[in-house]
């Protein structure tokens, strides 16, 4: 199983707009194969962080669906990111 977990950060006044822009993202990815899980949420207390969670069965299904990652706006949105992939044994 593979996790990506981290956060990205945007302009707090812009936050609102990009989690809108990802929404569709969000339910393609949760009917993605090999999808467990994918969020995407305000942080409670950084106004300007966006918390990112995904599971995925493999790194095969979890490139598959990444593609060519965010939009233009997207990426030109994020001021920073610190978001990692792990590799999970399986059960």
């Not at 706006?73 to 590799?87: K, L, M, P, W, Y």
């Amino acid at each position: 199983m593979i996790i990506v977990a981290g956060y990205l950060t945007v302009d707090p006044t812009t936050r609102q707009h990009y989690l809108d822009g990802c929404a569709e993202v969000v339910r393609l990815a949760r009917t993605a194969p090999g999808c467990f899980d994918f969020a995407l949420g305000a942080d409670l207390v950084e106004p300007g962080r966006i918390n990112v969670y995904e599971r995925w069965a493999t790194e095969q299904h979890l490139h598959d669906f990444r593609g060519s990652g965010p939009d233009s706006e997207q990426t030109a949105a994020i001021i920073d990111a610190n978001v990692r992939e792990f590799t999970m044994p399986d059960a």
